[in-house]
């Protein structure tokens, strides 16, 4: 497998103080669209920037397509099309200026440069928007500039952070289809903490936490990991049925029921072949109880609470997170989900 | 060409500067008044004197400072990373062409005024006795003058780029430069201080050509070297504690008032371009070890 991106034991400490990326051992198929998960302060934008070379890492290294990122190295920022959240421009330029300005920084030749600038601000919907300075612009019309700019120099890597951050859902829209129309091409990480995005357009997923990956692989693998055979029944009755019924439900074989806030059955079921039988007999119980069944969900489309169960898992590990073993030992030991 | 690109850039915005625009308006209106005021009474050297006093002494250093700050500190640093350091730049490309822009635009508002104003002086008849200033002493003292200017931008953009807060930069630069006469002065540098090369003016204006192309150069170079050699030794004396005699005595005749003899416009290239070359190079390694 081809590796769009390689980090090892990548690390940054900002000050000796604070942690931001924490031992991180990052793997990106070429290809892929690959989410980079994570609450706000996980180290996500951290890693982007030290990939960009745009901060130096405290230790570990970096590659992108094999060649080491870092300040200077501008064969690897020639291969990556980089969008920041909420991207700063220069006030002053107009669209096609700040474009042509980006163009020629990548060494582009004029009569490629300029058809290329023209198509993509219609492609981002900006033609109307060209006699404007950008500091008029809104929070969306940025964005669509900041994606126009960082398909400028047809990069096959393309590292958007937050990349519908402040958008309206029309302007979401586009740009989630944007990349699902990019992606064949390229290999796209999205960094971002809205979990929908992942669902529509992510093939792999990578969720971090406190500066540390705490999983990474198909975004398939992820919810069969957590979610398992979860089934959800959301219910409406009085107390004492939904209590009857749990009591009730809990005497199934294969099953394991936990009620949840307010009226939801969590139903795991530990033998995957008899998923319909148990649930039938369940579903028999719940006839004869008094309650009414609202829905059925199943956890195999619940990246939301795949994700949620993922960091209350790391939260849970304490101190079996610490990984003593060297960096040597590491490299033989960690296996990638993926493989 | 990306560095062509960002000169071009970071010109075209400092052009388009207010700060620029007015120190540009300020310097016409206040050299046309200081010319008007001279023009029938003032021999051609003190009068260009009088019109370098603003460069020299007060207040344009500060503007020129000022200009040297912005580049890559406070919220310009955030749409320099997102727009320009995460291209295939590197950053010694950016960083030296966006010096390079703003020696450019500050020589540019220092020679549109003051190169026509020098010609006018010199070749105008103004009614007033002849003075014998040269055509190298005119050349040799915008050079110096433009070279003290481009030393003063790469002071402020060391300071910006150590210490990231404009405000904080643009003060710590004013009460640093402002008692450099005195500084200077106590390490028995005032060769070196604007003052002394205010005052310096008119013998350099009136220094020939000849008199730098005497058979005799390489013994002048000899005491040039001799006499940086006597500063530094001075210099480190004063550092460490321990008085220095007779200093000053060593110097000629320098440092007697209004005489001007021992000037050398090496030692003044020398004095003013070295550290601003180290300042360059000085800011170019602090930014590549800086996380943006």
Known sequence: ???????????????????????????????????????????????????????????????VYGQPAGVNATNVRRAIGFLPTNPSFPGHLRPIEYLDLLGKLCRLPREVRQPRLTSLLRAVGLTGATEQRIQTFSTGMCTRLGIAASLLADPPLLLWDEPTAGLDPAARRFTLNLIRELAPARTVVVATHILGDIDQICDHVGVMLEGRMIFSGTIQQM????????????????????????EAAGGLSDMAVELRPPRTLAVRIAEPGRRAAALSELLCHVDGSGCSLHAIRSGRNETEHAYLQLLQEDQAHGFNRFDIRLPNAMDAGRSDPQA | MPAGAILKHELGGLLASWLVRLWFVATVVLTLLILAANWGTTQTAPMLQALLF?????????????????????????????????????????????????????????????????????????????DPVTAYGVIATLAVVGLIQTFLVTLGFLVGTLLRRPMLAAVVLVFTWLPVNLVLGTFSLEQFSPLTMYQAVPTLLRTPWTAVEEPDAPASNREDAEALAAQAEQFMRLLSGHSAPHARQQQGGFFEPRVFEGLSVTRLLAGYGLPALGALLLSLWVFNRRDL
């Open chain 1, 223 to 246: 919810r069969r990991q957590l979610s398992g055979d979860e089934i959800s029944l959301e219910l409406e009755g009085p107390d004492d049925a939904v209590a009857r019924l749990v």
């Open chain 1, 1 to 63: 497998m081809n590796l769009a991106i390689r980090t090892e034991h990548l690390t940054k400490v900002y000050g000796g103080r604070v942690i931001a990326v924490n031992d991180l051992n990052l793997t990106v198929p070429e290809g892929a669209i690959y989410g980079l998960l994570g609450p706000n302060g996980a180290g996500k934008t951290t890693t982007i920037r030290l990939l960009l070379g745009l901060q130096r890492p405290t230790a570990g290294t970096a590659e």
């Open chain 2, 54 to 130: 603003p460069y020299l002494v007060f207040p344009w250093f500060l503007i020129v400072m000022l200009l040297g700050i912005s580049p890559v500190t406070g919220s310009r640093l955030d749409s320099l990373a997102d727009g320009i350091l995460s291209r295939p730049v590197t950053r010694y490309e950016y960083l030296l062409a966006a010096w390079a822009a703003r020696v450019a635009a500050v020589l540019a508002v220092y020679l549109v005024v003051m190169a026509p104003v020098a010609l006018l002086s010199v070749f105008a008849r103004r009614g007033v006795a002849d």
